[in-house]
């Protein structure tokens, strides 16, 4: 059955991608710019005003006013000030912005295209996000409410694209052998990322003091998202560590990355399921746009928290058809093999033997077998896990055919008929196999 993945805020995601936003440079000097302009009036609405002002705090606060300084004061009346306040937060996200640059620089140097491209994506995401928990959940109209929740969420959207550089970086560092001194830049970086995450925490568990046990619940979830990724990390750079990789050498280091990644997206996922149905039940399930977005969200994790279990039972059952199936190369058909591994192109100390006498490593032809059921360099169709059954040897087994895929496209144009009308385009595409109805992808593009 053909599989649609709908996304309430694709569409905004689309208008920002290709809106003509200022790079980061000219955010932070226009930010500047303006809070120079803003401190300059602001210093002559104080000489004009000053006795005004002061009364003004007095009739807020009037024990305040007698202890806390006057220029104290004044900030205080500048942040909560409707036009001031609001230059002063974006300055404060540009100075954060500005050291998130600095720090990715510093450790991973120039991001490119897609990295950057990715990360706009992520921070638009976020933030159209929490907009919703902002107005639509929460429903903050106090002013010094939204201002508080601005400033967590800037420190939040700060580390968190920090920690997403990293980990995309490491994703390709992980099968190489990086320089030791990029290591140490990330290492250090992610150590920093840990402490400000554990910051995050603290403060978590200390609002439930502070706030309602609602919105402390909502403050530990997003800290303790924060926490984990910084963990996920911190441990992808220790394994690329030797002296991690001498003390775990029984344990091959794609396995143990592999249930790295899996013990994070389960607890991720199941952290966002909380905090979604919490966000729901808070909203006290009033049929609304919010509500909408809220209840889209939650089905997706729910549907990653489940498909993840599947492909982890899958990749088990795959484990097992390996050790079942494919026996373990001598040392002696090793020190004889002159190839190199046809997946991963790397030398092999230990492999598996298919019938076909070719040789890859464990972990190579177990992602391989998740994809297909041949031989990666003759083709040659091997045992799946739906049929199980070997033939005795290798002249017995039938080459996997080839089949050539093919589509039909319909596209419709609806300004040939009316303005209002929308033009899209219909792709179905398949391959005619055995599997037939299980390859079939419907893509709508407008």
Not at 271 to 284: A, F, G, V, W
Request: aromatic residues 14%.
């Amino acid at each position: 059955m053909p599989l649609i993945a709908l996304d309430p805020f694709d569409g905004l995601l689309a208008l920002a991608r290709h809106t003509p936003i200022p790079t980061l440079n000219s955010y932070i000097v226009i930010s500047l710019l303006l809070t120079v302009g803003s401190a300059f009036y602001a210093k002559l609405t104080f000489t004009k005003d000053e006795a005004c002002i002061n009364e003004t705090f007095r009739k807020t606060d009037p024990t305040s006013a007698l202890i806390i300084p006057g220029h104290l004061q004044q900030f205080y009346y500048l942040l909560l000030h409707p036009t001031f306040g609001w230059v002063f937060i974006n300055m404060f996200c540009a100075v954060l912005a500005l050291i998130a640059k600095l720090a990715t620089y510093a450790t991973v140097g120039k991001l490119g295209v897609q990295e950057s491209g990715l990360l706009r994506d992520r921070l638009c995401n976020f933030f159209l996000y929490k907009a919703v928990f902002l107005f639509g959940v929460l429903n903050s109209v106090v002013h010094e409410e939204v201002i508080a929740w601005v400033l967590w969420f800037a420190l939040l959207a700060s580390v968190a694209a920090l920690q997403s550089i990293v980990a995309y970086k490491l994703k390709y560092l992980i099968s190489s052998i990086p320089p030791r001194r990029v290591l140490f830049r990330i290492m250090g970086l992610a150590i920093i990322l840990l402490i400000i995450s554990f910051a995050f925490v603290s403060f978590a568990f200390t609002a439930f003091y502070l706030f309602s046990i609602s919105i402390a619940l909502f403050i530990l979830a997003d800290a303790l998202k924060s926490l984990l990724r910084s963990i996920y990390v911190i441990s992808k750079c220790a394994l690329l560590l030797d002296i991690v990789t001498v003390y775990l050498s029984s344990i091959n280091h794609t396995t143990l990355t592999y249930y790295l990644e899996f013990v994070h997206d389960l607890a991720i996922d199941f952290i966002d399921l909380l905090h979604y149905t919490h966000m729901l039940l808070y909203s006290q399930v009033v049929l609304s746009m919010a509500c909408i977005v809220i209840s889209m969200q939650l089905r997706s994790f729910y549907k990653s928290f489940i498909a993840r279990i599947e492909r982890h039972i899958k990749y088990k059952r795959i484990c097992k058809h390996i050790d079942a199936h494919y026996q373990k190369a001598t040392r002696i058909e090793l020190n004889n093999l002159k190839d190199w591994c046809a997946v991963c192109w790397e030398q092999m100390d230990s492999a598996r033997k298919l019938p076909c006498n070719h040789f890859f490593h464990e972990w190579c032809l177990r992602s391989w077998l998740e994809q297909d059921n041949s031989c990666p360099t003759c083709r040659l169709a091997l045992p799946s896990l739906s049929n199980p059954a070997v033939t005795e040897g290798p002249r017995e087994w039938s080459r996997a055919p080839v089949v050539q895929p093919f589509s039909h496209v319909f596209h419709f144009d609806g300004t040939r008929y009316a303005r209002w009308l929308p033009s899209f385009s219909v792709e179905l595409s398949h391959n005619v196999t055995p599997n037939f109805f299980q390859r079939n992808r419907l893509f709508f593009t407008f």
